[in-house]
């Protein structure tokens, strides 16, 4: 069974909706619905942490999730929740250059990323005005797409914690196989643990 933070986002069941093409067995909590204990007991198997407004630090029970979590069961983190990994792992939330919320933007992926299996370089849609910085020096921290109009981080991931976050929006219309990115993901995290399929 996998567990959805719903960050109080308005496109979490078209999320939903992707994810349950990978798994059946997926059940959605709302940021300030349950307490970490309470997942706890579910044993899940995955936590994808989802999209949402603010900051990490103002979405309820997300950052407690990560630390009880993390480095014990894949982790996805999608917007906010890329933004919540990022600085649990010790980068710095900053603002963009300029908002970009409901914008298009062209990536471009790294050598370790296709060898993950994502698609090569696309458009994606972004919801954002908060980006990822300083992280090049975190021990384990692996960089694996940029956009191209502004050179923000678009998508990390973290062998060592099992963990990966994803800035833009792969639910999106406006995001270029975004399916794939998600099967991507599944394929990476559980490929080496006896959870696949679980």
């Known amino acids: ?39 706890a007991l579910l044993q899940p198997s995955a936590i994808i942490i989802s999209p949402g407004p603010g900051r990490p630090s103002g979405a309820g029970f997300t950052m407690d999730i ?7 069961i894949p982790i996805l983190g999608i917007c906010l929740g890329h933004q919540a990994l990022g600085e649990f792992l010790g980068a710095r939330l900053v603002h963009a250059p300029y908002p970009m919320h409901g914008k298009q933007s062209h990536i471009h992926i790294t050598a370790d990323a296709e060898s993950l299996g994502f698609p090569p370089s696309m458009n994606v849609m972004r919801y954002h005005s908060l980006v990822l910085e300083d992280y090049r020096d975190i ?15 678009m998508m990390f991931y973290h062998p060592g914690y099992n963990c990966m976050g994803i800035q833009f929006h792969p639910e999106s219309v406006g995001t270029e196989q975004g399916m794939r990115y998600l ?13 696949k399929g679980s």
Do not use: C
Request: aromatic share 16%.
């Open 1 to 39: 069974m996998w567990v959805l933070v719903d960050n109080y986002d308005s496109f979490t069941h078209i999320l939903l909706h992707y994810l349950q093409q990978l798994h059946g067995d997926i059940r959605v909590f709302k940021n300030d619905e349950r307490t970490v204990a309470d997942i």
């Open 66 to 72: 990560i630390r009880h979590f993390i480095g014990h």
């Open 139 to 153: 021990n384990g921290f692996v960089p694996l797409a940029w956009s191209d109009d502004d050179q923000a981080l």
């Open 183 to 195: 099967r991507s993901w599944y394929e990476w995290a559980f490929k080496d643990t006896a959870q």
